[in-house]
């Protein structure tokens, strides 16, 4: 199994507060591998390291090595633009552009400085077609992204990131604010993605993690109590307590 991210000795504060303790993880590519815990414990602090997204945050130190496909990315001669290319995020609530369905798709792509209309129609299709939503607003790419359903947001807020052809992945609980059945489609859209991309999602759907992760890691109180393949995190837990978490009984 070949890892895409290597995480050593990772520590993470905020001012005095430490909100990750010594992280060591592998994550191996092309799997999907899920983020639980209860609130607070430092799942989504986690997953912004690994495309600095804590650089915006003010007092936030951060030592130790997390590695994507073997580079140092707090080595100060990362390219930040590029690594956030590399590592797409998608967040809780859909956050398009408030301009067309097109336009949100292609912007990234015309930041990185492509032009030609050709290319770019190209790249919407393409995108658009990888997160399952082209059939439905392929006739109406012209139109606000905002006149779009929750769930058809999300959709287009992962075709977006996968305009500028990533290869991982950053989900931070992408369908705690839509109805099961748009759930449901982002689930089977996930299961599609790991064939092309490394994903890595945060959630607090128990659930979601057994049915869509490969590998899920249990995180407490900034630390990781347990990390291993899912079904063994939800039948046969080593830890106590991931198995008093899992089972309901704290979180
Ligand atoms: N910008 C910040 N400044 C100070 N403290 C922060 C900041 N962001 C997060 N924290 C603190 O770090 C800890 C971990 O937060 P984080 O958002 O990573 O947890 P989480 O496990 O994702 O929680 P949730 O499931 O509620 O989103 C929390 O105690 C939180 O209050």
Redesign the pocket.
């Known amino acids: 199994m070949e890892s895409k991210i290597v995480i050593q000795d990772l520590n993470l504060y ?2 005095d ?1 430490h ?2 303790k010594g992280i060591n993880m592998e994550i191996p590519k092309n799997q999907i591998t899920a ?1 639980i ?12 390291t690994l495309n600095r997204m ?1 650089d915006l ?4 130190k951060i030592t130790g090595t997390v590695l994507i496909d073997g580079e140092d990315i707090y080595d100060p001669r990362t390219d930040v633009t590029l690594l956030r290319k590399r590592a797409g995020m998608v967040f ?1 609530k859909p956050n398009p552009f408030p301009m067309s369905l097109y336009d949100n798709i292609a912007y990234g792509p015309r930041v990185h400085g492509i032009k030609s209309k050709q290319a770019l129609d190209e790249i919407v299709e393409k995108s658009l077609k990888s997160a399952a939503l082209w059939d439905e607003v392929k006739d109406r790419l012209r139109k606000s992204a905002l006149g779009l359903s929750g769930g058809q947001q999300q959709r287009l807020c992962i075709a977006r990131a996968l305009a500028v052809e990533p290869d991982i992945l950053l989900m ?2 992408p369908t705690s604010a839509l109805d099961p059945v748009s759930t449901l489609k982002i689930e089977d859209l996930m299961d599609d993605l790991r064939e092309k991309y490394t994903v890595i999602i ?1 959630t ?1 759907n128990m659930q979601q993690a057994a049915r869509i992760a490969d590998r899920t890691a249990f ?1 407490l109180l ?1 630390q990781i109590v347990e990390y291993t393949d899912t079904l063994t995190m939800f039948n046969n837990p080593k830890d106590e307590r991931t198995e008093r978490y899992i089972t309901g009984r704290f979180g």
């Not at 945050?57 to 936030?60: F, H, I, L, R, S």
């Open positions: 905020y001012g507060f909100a990750l983020f815990g209860p609130s607070g414990c430092g799942k989504s602090t986690c997953l912004k804590n945050v003010e007092n936030c809780q931070d609980e945060v607090h995180f900034g």
